[in-house]
């Protein structure tokens, strides 16, 4: 604090004769005071990391810039700099399993950093939070329990015959690929049709028509692919840059963007979509509209109930939320799960095939309109123990998502693994990082080995399970976590079933794109299986 006032009364006592030298020198010294009193005036000191990190959060999008088309950087940071990196002027990040305990359970009373300011919707009129992006710990815990229901099983199992349907569409489309051979399919692309529909489907009872036309609605997927035009992937490095006044002000509260209600592509696209008919209806007259078994129902019904907590807005951030984010971490789930199957030593192919074959009756012939017989959820998630520890290895060893969890140590400070953490501070852990830690999982972190969840003991297997946490943690942990899970298990299940894979370029890894959902991009060659 003391060097900021130095610093500005220095500024301005510069100032006071200005010349172009004068004001040169009141710059770059408001500068060097700022780095210096971030470095060394944040109660920080004591923990390592990059000395630019410390000074400024320009490191941030430098770090996303130059890495991103590698896995997170701060798996090699933490290898470098042991348990605690310090990632910013106030922002640690932690790597040992204790600090998830201090951080992230309800009574640690730690809400979400700025960082999450990015998520909130933009367009004209005041930015808004959602469940997702708030920092008020109070109105998401009435939010969630409002709306939380509507995203069980139990409430969504109806919808299964719909996915089901969804799936077979899929099946169809890959057939087409399979039957001429020599077709090059990017998969992640088409599974991401699928993941889009799948969307509709879950919180609208509507696919959006992406497997029927076979190709990206709007430009919905190109444009939040990061990485795929100038402008997205300057969008991905600014998001780092919401914790930085000036980044906010460029990007996130751009008051250009809010005068001229400039609406990002999700939202736009989210609106396009949304059932207005069944909305204004359902809310014209409640009680009067047929159950759908959807999100939009249990939003509706929220609103209804707490109008003040779930206002008629919400709406629309469930369609932001569940039709681009969710979307893109399922597809993201399922491309790597087949990715490292088909990329690793062929005996996890022959043992995963083997159990899906005693336990999925396969069809008679792909090839035909055959295509209703998708195995059932109940099967997929209780009789297939190897797929399962596929997919868990997928999730530890490639999370979904590519952030830290950032949280603010509440005023007072917490004690975070045993270090004293100044109030104010931004701490997190990442599921890349936590999911890497040895003593858990092993000395071969590095390596895709489904058996290692089978191998282990039950007081072992219970840790490992308890440190997966590419869903996220307690109070904030991912809503859409089960209809996730549904739709990786049964369209993994599915595919394995019914295809050979073959890498494109077996000598190149995937390419991976580090964002806030991590995108892959590989392309293979399909078969039908022959039974
Ligand atoms: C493989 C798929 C998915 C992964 C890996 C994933 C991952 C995550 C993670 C890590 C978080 C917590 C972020 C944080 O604390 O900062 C989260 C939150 C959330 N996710 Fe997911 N997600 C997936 C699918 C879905 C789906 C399908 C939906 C909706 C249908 C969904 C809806 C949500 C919501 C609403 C939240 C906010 C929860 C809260 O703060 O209370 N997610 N997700």
Redesign the pocket.
């Known amino acids: 604090m003391y060097s900021t006032l130095a610093s500005t009364v220095f500024f301005l006592f510069m100032l006071r004769s200005p010349s172009l030298w004068t004001v040169g020198v009141a710059i770059l010294s408001h500068v060097a005071f700022t780095l210096f009193n971030n470095r060394y005036n944040n109660g920080l000191l004591q923990f390592p990391g990059p000395t630019f990190a410390s000074m400024t959060n320009i490191w941030r999008v430098r770090d996303a810039y130059i890495n991103g088309d590698k896995r997170p950087s701060y798996v090699a940071l933490h290898n470098q700099y042991g348990d605690v990196v310090r990632l910013g002027p106030k922002s640690l990040s932690f790597a040992s399993p204790a600090a998830i305990a201090d951080i992230y359970p309800a009574e640690k009373n730690m809400a979400?950093s700025n960082w999450?300011v990015a998520f909130e919707a933009h367009g004209k009129g005041p930015k808004k939070e959602n469940?997702?992006s708030?920092r008020d710990i109070h109105w998401?815990s009435r939010y969630?329990s409002l709306v939380g229901p509507g995203?069980k099983m139990t409430n969504l199992a109806p919808k299964e015959q719909e996915i089901d349907q969804l799936i077979g569409k899929l099946l169809r489309n890959l057939d087409a690929a399979a039957t001429k051979k020599s077709t090059v399919v990017d998969l992640p692309l088409n599974l991401q049709y699928f993941t889009f529909d799948a969307?509709g489907v879950?919180?609208f009872s509507q696919p959006y028509g992406f497997l029927d036309k076979q190709k990206d609605l709007d430009g919905i997927i190109q444009n939040v692919r990061v990485g795929s035009t100038h402008l997205n992937r300057l969008i991905a490095f600014s998001i780092q840059l919401a914790q930085a006044p000036l980044g906010q002000l460029l990007f996130d509260k751009n008051p250009l963007a809010v005068y001229f209600g400039l609406i990002a592509p999700p939202m736009a696209f989210a609106k396009k979509y949304l059932p207005v008919h069944r909305i204004e209806e359902q809310l014209a007259e409640p009680g009067k509209m047929d159950q759908h078994h959807d999100?939009l129902d249990q939003f509706l019904k929220a609103h209804q109930q707490n109008p003040d907590v779930v206002s008629k807005d919400e709406v629309v951030d469930l369609g932001l939320?569940?039709v681009v984010?969710?979307?893109e971490?399922?597809r993201?789930?399922i491309a790597v799960l087949i990715y490292q199957v088909i990329k690793a030593p062929i005996s996890i192919l022959t043992t995963l095939r083997g159990e899906l074959d005693s336990v999925i009756p396969r069809p008679t012939s792909p090839t035909s309109a055959d295509r209703s017989n998708i195995p059932s959820w109940e099967l997929v998630s209780t009789k297939l123990p190897y797929l399962d520890a596929c997919i868990k290895e997928t999730?530890r060893l490639h999370?979904?998502?590519g952030?830290n969890?950032?949280r603010v140590v509440p005023a007072g400070g917490a004690i975070i693994d045993g270090n004293v953490v100044p109030g104010g501070t931004i701490v997190s852990c990442s599921?890349w990082v936590i999911h890497r830690h040895k003593p858990t999982y092993g000395d071969d972190v590095e390596v895709y080995r489904p058996e290692r969840w089978l191998e282990a003991s039950p007081a072992q297997r219970a840790e490992m399970e308890r440190l997966l946490?590419?869903?996220?943690?307690e109070?904030?942990?991912?809503?859409?976590?089960e209809?996730?899970?549904f739709?990786?298990y049964k369209v993994a299940a599915t595919l394995f079933r019914d295809y050979e894979f073959t890498l494109e370029r077996p000598d190149e890894d995937m390419k991976i794109t580090w964002g806030n959902i991590v995108s892959v991009d590989f392309d293979v060659r399909l078969k039908h299986r022959q039974a």
């Open positions: 979400k999450y469940i997702f708030t998401h969630r995203f969307g879950v919180a999100l939320m569940v984010p969710a979307s971490a399922v993201t789930a999730f999370s979904s998502t952030f969890m950032e599921t946490c590419p869903f996220g943690f109070e904030r942990l991912c809503l859409g976590r209809i996730g899970l739709e990786v």
